[in-house]
């Protein structure tokens, strides 16, 4: 059972996948946390955001330690990510773990924003989360005490714009994705609706 979450900043996708992850017994990953630890290790070593070489470098060996740093969250840490994940070379070079991750036998949830379309367009079960700008930038305001709801509104856009814009890999639905908007759902509907498609497809 291989299922395949994508989505943007916010929509509900990561709460989703651990959900479905724990609902049916499997391994999950965050494909996000990737590129935000390969961000914040360029960052913490001012490596230049567009340096394809370099940042490819540190991709490959990422020092996994990384996925349990608080600064991950940061909103400096989320802009690198998204500059960097614009770069073949940084996505090539954490393809395979995300591959390997995806074909364990007894199957895996990855979340993220490419898994329905390039890490594993073969999964039977695939669902594209959304919500409207607005919400995600509600969600994420309240996330995160203390921030400007128009500037995380207009970081929201921005990522999205580089997410869905770039050649590579963009933020796109799978054509055979199911869509789950979330923007007026609870996280619980939300979970029993993903539970209901990922059970439909499998
Ligand atoms: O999902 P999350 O907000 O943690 O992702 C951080 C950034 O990593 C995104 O803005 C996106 O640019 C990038 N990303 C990606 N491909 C993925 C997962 C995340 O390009 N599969």
Known sequence: MLIAVDGPAASGKGTIARALARHFGLPHMDTGALYRAVGLSALDRATSLDDGPALAALAAALDL???????????????????????????????????????????????????????????????FVTASPQVRAARRHAELPGSDLDAVLADILARDARDSGRADAPLKQAPDADLLDTSEMTIDGAVQRAIHLVQSRT
């Open 65 to 127: 330690s990384l996925l349990e740093d608080p600064r991950l969250r940061h909103a400096a840490t989320a802009d690198a990510a998204s500059r960097i994940s614009a770069l073949p070379a940084v996505r090539g070079a954490l393809l395979a773990l995300q591959r390997s991750f995806a074909a364990q036998p007894g199957g895996a949830v990855l979340d993220g924003r490419d898994i329905g379309t390039v890490i594993a367009p073969h999964a039977p079960a695939k669902l």
